[in-house]
Each structure stands twice: as C-alpha cells, then as structure tokens.
C-alpha cells in the first residue's frame, strides 16, 4: 500500500500551542526548564541504543505530581484512510522513564477528547504505532500530541519518532 504524508507533527512542532501544568510552553523550549519542554530533534536516540534517522520530537513534561506536556495542532480535514503512525520511545539513558503517550483530538469547541494512549516504560523496546483514524473521517480535528508520567516524575523524556498523519492507499 502506498502511503502519503498529510501532516507532519515533528515539521510543524511549533504550529501547535504547547502547555504543561505550568501554563504556556515556548517551542523550542529549553532543556532543564521546570515546566516542561518539547524540542525538535534530527536524529533521536532511542532507549534500544539507536539513533534513529528519522526526525522526532522530545516532550519533557513537568517534574510535579499533576504533570502533563500536551502540543495542540492546527486543524486538519481527516480523510477515509488516514492513520497516525509514529514510533514511541523514552530517550536513550533515560531509565527511570515511565509514560501515558496520547493522540488526542478536538472538534469545534468541543473538549478534548483521548484517540489513542499507549503506556510506555523504559524497556529497550521502541513501539510502532498504527492508529487508524476511520472515526474521524470527513471531520476538521485539531490533533494534540500529549505525554503524561506514570508514577514518579523526572526523567520521562517521551520520544515521537515522524508523528504524522499518512493516506493509505
């Protein structure tokens, strides 16, 4: 099947208005910020040792009890056979990492609503994710990227490697 890029959420990082508990987020943000940071990164390292050449996001989110990073995106049109796919891993060295990844959408005014979550430890296993986006078919949808710490907080550095949005065909 072939497949076509219709958004690219790593390329548009900074179209979308990134928060965390702490308020509003500056994309790029700044390594070592209190209140969460997402940057763009070339080629991530992933917690199975390699670098991956694809490019992807890191999203930190704030090292407190109701943490959360979430980047919400300009509306699209969501089309019959568009799927979400990424791949999903903590950042290499990262141990103590252990996150709630979610694609989540939103219509109109409507709130937000969870599409999809995956929870994620650091294992050395990378997931592959493959979302179909059927339900959304013919609707205009903000899509937000968001990670939330499972348990303890600090070093859950989540890694989205090419989060898009393709047309299969």
Excluded at 49 to 58: M, R, V
Excluded at 80 to 87: N, R
Excluded at 99 to 120: C, H, M, N, T
């Amino acid at each position: 099947m072939a497949e076509e890029i219709v958004y690219d959420f790593a390329a548009n990082a900074c179209q979308a208005g990134w928060t965390s508990a702490a308020g509003i987020l500056p994309c790029p943000g700044r390594p070592g910020d209190w209140r969460g940071f997402v940057q763009y990164l070339d080629a991530p390292d992933l917690e199975d040792g390699t670098t991956t050449l694809q490019p992807g996001l890191l999203t930190l989110p704030q090292a407190t009890a109701d943490a959360y990073i979430r980047g919400l995106y300009p509306s699209i049109r969501v089309q019959k056979g568009d799927h979400f796919k990424a791949t999903i891993a903590c950042e290499q060295g990262a141990a103590t990492c252990r996150i709630i990844f979610r694609l989540e959408y939103q219509i109109g005014d409507l709130p937000s609503r969870v599409y999809w979550a995956y929870g994620k430890k650091y294992d050395g296993q990378p997931i592959q994710v493959d979302a179909d986006l059927g339900l959304l078919a013919g609707q205009t949808v903000r899509f937000g990227l968001a990670v939330f710490p499972l348990g303890g907080t600090g070093d859950d550095r989540a890694i989205w490697v090419a989060p898009r949005i393709v047309s299969v065909h």
